[in-house]
T-cell receptor, first 115, second 111 residues
Framework: EAGVAQSPRYKIIEKRQSVAFWCNPI?????LYWYQQILGQGPKLLIQ????????DSQLPKDRFSAERLKGVDSTLKIQPAKLEDSAVYLC?????????????FGPGTRLTVL | KQEVTQIPAALSVPEGENLVLNCSFT??????LQWFRQDPGKGLTSLLL?????REQTSGRLNASLDKSSGRSTLYIAASQPGDSATYLC??????????FGPGTRLSVLP
């Protein structure tokens, strides 16, 4: 079974530029998550999708971050404009549904460096 | 607001040692607690999930315990191996809420 795919793996941009990340979840997984992991910290949930609807985006900085999940499959996360403090690893995860006991499968992440 | 801490932040041990990683959380009203492993440049892999009604879970050389009343969980690794070197994260989930992760313990097992 193919895992969660993310691209690009690494991205370096200057502050105030825009950047987009892509995630392809495991086939058949209805729930998709985007996390931000700053160096030395645990992942922080940014947004959770159930199919193509948003379930939780309470920690998403909506003035600069946006995310969509078209057709309930792939998802993109965009930052516009980027700030220095956005430097982090952005992890995508998926699960079959959104039950608390469902395992979340994580992708390898995209490491973003903002200069 | 739930807060999760992990002690120690980093640990280095010789191969073969038994070791304990600690996780503490501030709100004891949790639904479950999960331990993850993170290798450099890779995503997280789930190791053990303990539901609130359980006291412990075991998988191979790993044993995780949960004491909700004191807000603590421990991950015990028996007979550590160099392949166990990674960052170990605990995550706590409240009812109807998403995971809150700790900062992790970075483990190095020396051959």
């Amino acid at each position: 079974e193919a895992g969660v795919a993310q691209s690009p793996r690494y991205k370096i941009i200057e502050k105030r530029q825009s950047v987009a990340f892509w995630c392809n979840p495991i086939s058949g997984h209805a729930t998709l998550y985007w996390y931000q992991q700053i160096l030395g910290q645990g992942p922080k949930l940014l947004i959770q999708f159930q199919n193509n609807g948003v379930v939780d985006d309470s920690q998403l900085p909506k003035d600069r971050f946006s995310a969509e999940r078209l057709k309930g499959v792939d998802s993109t996360l965009k930052i516009q404009p980027a700030k220095l403090e956005d430097s982090a690893v952005y992890l995508c995860a998926s699960s079959l549904v959104a039950r608390a006991t469902d395992t979340q499968y994580f992708g390898p992440g995209t490491r973003l460096t903002v200069l | 607001k739930q807060e999760v801490t992990q002690i120690p932040a980093a640990l280095s041990v010789p191969e073969g040692e038994n070791l304990v990683l600690n996780c503490s959380f501030t709100d004891s009203a949790i639904y479950n607690l999960q331990w993850f492993r993170q290798d450099p440049g890779k995503g997280l892999t789930s190791l053990l999930l303990i539901q609130s009604s359980q006291r412990e879970q075991t998988s191979g050389r790993l044993n995780a315990s949960l004491d909700k009343s004191s807000g603590r969980s421990t991950l015990y690794i028996a007979a550590s191996q160099p392949g166990d070197s990674a960052t170990y994260l605990c995550a706590v989930q409240g009812y109807g809420q998403n995971f809150v992760f700790g900062p992790g313990t970075r483990l190095s097992v020396l051959p």
